[in-house]
């Protein structure tokens, strides 16, 4: 039997029962899939993962299935006041470029070799 107060029933939220957790949105995913997708094309990467946690998002990115990740493209909320919530982590957990702008912190995955003339 429901348990009712003075106003009756209270309602059952299962939204209030399971943890929120951080994700990308459909413009984030947009930005970071259209640098993925030249990746692929141009041959350099080959398969991705996406990791939702409370409190970060992840996108993986492999050069092949069987490997740890090359890339890692994270979303903390937590650091959004401070350095950003959006950051380029390497194989080596070197922080390559952190921001509060996702198109400002892909670019850093976009920079390819130079020729240098000496």
């Given at each position: 039997m429901p348990l009712s107060g003075a106003r009756g029933p209270k309602p059952v939220s299962s939204v209030a029962s399971r943890p929120s957790e951080v994700a990308f949105n459909r413009s984030e995913l947009t930005q970071i899939l259209n640098v993925y997708g030249r990746k692929v094309a141009s041959g350099e990467w080959r398969d991705y993962a996406i990791?939702?946690?409370?409190?970060?998002?992840?996108?993986?990115?492999?050069?092949?299935t069987s490997e740890v990740p090359?890339?890692?493209?994270?979303?903390d909320p937590k650091l959004a006041r401070r350095q950003g919530a959006y950051s380029v982590v390497a194989a080596t957990g070197q922080i390559l470029k952190r921001g509060h702008d996702l198109s400002r912190v892909l670019r850093v995955l976009d920079k390819g070799l130079r020729l240098v003339e000496g």
């Open positions: 990791d939702f946690a409370r409190d970060k998002a992840v996108f993986s990115i492999f050069r092949r090359l890339y890692r493209i994270e979303k």
